[in-house]
């Protein structure tokens, strides 16, 4: 689309006499003054067509004058007249009737809002940049107006397959039947066959359970999801089971670096890296019969001592060393869950100054704003995503689609 120039001439005529700054972009400056005057012209065009439709129509209409308003715009608050037409039949587009902002101050609000600022913080914020006095009232309104966006975001279709689901919840206090509590809000992110993220949704329960993740993945199948290559967990009980209660194809990864922290958490300071040094011999061997044997090892070493650590291992051996079957382009992607703990180390940056949420709606709200923020900024396939891809597509075969 081909940019339109503004005649120099006409630039030069609105120049004339603002000369700084202030006279320019200031409170009463030429740049409010032209917002104003570009608007009411506008407003004049579309009363001027609305007019010449109802004629043509054969409905006797003129124009009545006009009435004042302030607009709150990014120059600050901007008087202007709207015209009216006799038969009050005529309804603004540019300013639709009871509303006294024009695009881009919402979208500034709610972006200011999506970093976790305070209703206060916006109002000084705003009034700093362009002299605009927003109230509490209104800084509620249009961030509850996303309220019908994360209803349809948490609605929609997702893809038929997932090559991997990253499955993690964080902890927000949030007011919940009269009481601050601290509710496990679950967080799931799906890897598409050309290698994009895709956060799938936000679910809030009281706390992180497996029998309430395996109500979390029903509705990700009941939105389109018919498979799901492989699933990145943490270490909680009864997590396995649930992901291939749903998705029983599923190959299911606990997360090593869950496993290693959980084991050192019985070992004193001044063996723990010794014993990170022998579960890294362990995690990182070639192959699964060799990560056995350096478990045995391992026991050998240190089984007298901390018993519980080789018996954690064993106990959950099959989803600790799946990883080990892939080369290392896979095993990078699925070896922890470190893809979902990076997203809710960025949430708890943005909450951490809210000390606790009113209700569970309005912790969504921001979270909500905050994902949309972080998935904007993923652009790119994973790392080394066609070697990967090749890869899953040997070990895993017609499961994993073409992509597109």
């Known amino acids: 689309m081909a940019k339109r120039k503004i005649r120099d001439e006409l630039l030069d005529e609105l120049l004339d006499g603002a000369k ?47 009435s004042e308003k302030t607009l709150h715009t990014e120059q600050g608050p901007t008087p202007i007249e709207v015209p009216r037409d006799r038969e009050a039949r005529f309804e603004p587009r540019l300013v639709p009737k009871h509303a006294t902002r024009v695009e881009g101050l919402d979208e500034k609000i709610i972006a200011l809002y999506s970093r976790g600022l305070s209703t206060r913080d916006i109002q000084s914020e705003l009034s700093d940049l362009y002299g605009t006095d927003i109230s509490p009232t209104l800084v509620s309104r249009v961030t509850d107006a996303v309220q019908e966006e994360i209803e349809a975001w948490q609605r929609r279709r997702l893809e038929r397959v997932y090559a991997v689901m990253w499955l993690d919840a964080l902890v927000v206090k949030m007011r919940h039947e009269g009481v601050v509590q601290n509710r496990a809000v679950h967080v799931a992110i799906g890897l598409t066959s050309d290698g994009h993220k895709e956060i799938l949704g936000l679910w809030v329960e009281t706390n992180e359970g497996a029998k309430f993740w395996m109500r979390v993945l029903s509705e990700i199948q009941a939105r389109g999801v018919e498979d799901v290559l492989i699933a990145c967990v943490d270490g909680l009980k009864g997590f396995p089971a649930a992901i291939q209660a749903v998705f029983p194809k599923a190959m299911v990864q606990s997360c090593l670096v869950h496993q290693v922290r959980n084991s050192l958490s019985y070992v004193p ?18 192959s699964e019969q060799s990560a056995r044997e350096r478990l045995d090892a391992f026991e050998l070493e240190w089984g007298r001592r901390f018993p519980m650590i080789a018996r954690s291992w064993r106990a959950n051996w099959d989803q600790l060393t799946g990883f080990l079957a892939f080369p290392l382009e896979v095993r990078k992607l699925i070896y922890t869950t470190n893809a979902i703990e990076s997203l809710n180390f960025q949430l708890r940056k943005v909450i951490k100054s809210k000390g606790h949420f009113p209700s569970e709606e309005a912790a969504l709200k921001l979270l909500f704003l905050a994902l949309r923020n972080i998935e904007r900024k993923w652009l790119r396939p994973a790392h080394s ?8 597509a040997v070990y895993f075969g017609d499961r994993l689609p073409n992509p597109t």
Not at 270 to 286: C, F, M, P, Q
Not at 385 to 392: H, K
């Open 20 to 66: 700084t700054q202030a006279a320019i972009f200031g409170p009463g400056g030429l740049l409010k003054q032209l917002t104003g005057a570009l608007v009411e012209r506008a407003l004049r065009a579309e009363l001027s067509e609305h007019l010449d439709v109802e004629k043509d129509s054969g409905l006797p209409n003129r124009r009545n004058g006009s």
């Open 385 to 392: 995503w066609r070697a990967a891809l090749a890869q899953l």
């Open 269 to 286: 300071w001044k063996d723990r890296k010794s014993v990170a040094a022998g579960l890294r011999a362990i995690y990182t061997a070639e």
